[in-house]
T-cell receptor
């Protein structure tokens, strides 16, 4: 059974700092990995999607990497801002079809202090 | 604007009552999903549907029921058989079929049962 772990559970940093969020998964046979952002009491916003054949994806100040063989992904946030404060979730997809499970980690709660 | 709507945002029910949560999408997506989120936990899949008039149980389907009579609608009924129904419920959709596209999420419904 696939298990996804996110470390740390919570992180507090000063504004402007570069930071890394970690995601690990136990079964390397994944189809893709997705990073989401969730604001308190809100739904999930997709940030980046990395296919299993890719090593990284970038969007603005965000960069996500994937090392499938070691079961790891990182989300790098450059020059953090208070507006980045949210919970970040990673999820792995087991297969290609829409019926394939997304297995979620428990999230990292990020606070960026002004 | 295209997107996923869930209503209501907050829902209160007495124990023993069935309640139906609404999910509508105008993204023309084939696949739709229902997740449950509990405090400090990742999302868990309740039911999913890959096409109209078809749906499959997820990991925690007991005490829930769904229907998929229209492509754009995927309502979830929380029955009195669900032992711990108080949670945050999220609906999602994706293009579906044999695609690798990401899932898009609605804003969620917070259900409180007393």
């Amino acid at each position: 059974k696939q298990e996804v772990t996110q470390i740390p559970a919570a992180l507090s940093v000063p504004e402007g700092e570069n930071l890394v969020l970690n995601c690990s998964f136990t079964d390397s046979a994944i189809y893709n990995l997705q990073w989401f952002r969730q604001d308190p009491g809100k739904g999930l916003t997709s940030l980046l999607l990395i296919q299993s054949s890719q090593r990284e994806q970038t969007s603005g100040r965000l960069n996500a990497s994937l090392d499938k063989s070691s079961g790891r992904s990182t989300l790098y946030i450059a020059a953090s801002q208070p507006g980045d404060s949210a919970t970040y979730l990673c999820a792995v997809k087991a297969g290609q079809t829409s019926g394939s499970r997304l297995t979620f980690g428990e999230g990292t709660q990020l606070t960026v202090n002004p | 604007d295209g997107g996923i709507t869930q209503s209501p945002k907050y829902l209160f029910r007495k124990e023993g009552q069935n309640v139906t949560l609404s999910c509508e999408q105008n993204l023309n997506h084939d696949a739709m999903y229902w997740y449950r989120q509990d405090p400090g936990q990742g999302l868990r899949l309740i039911y999913y549907s890959q096409i109209v008039n078809d749906f499959q149980k997820g990991d925690i389907a007991e005490g829930y029921s769904v229907s998929r009579e229209k492509k754009e609608s995927f309502p979830l009924t929380v029955t009195s058989a669900q032992k711990n129904p108080t949670a945050f419920y999220l609906c999602a959709s994706s293009i579906g079929g044999r695609s690798s596209y990401e899932q898009y999420f609605g804003p969620g419904t917070r259900l409180t049962v007393t």
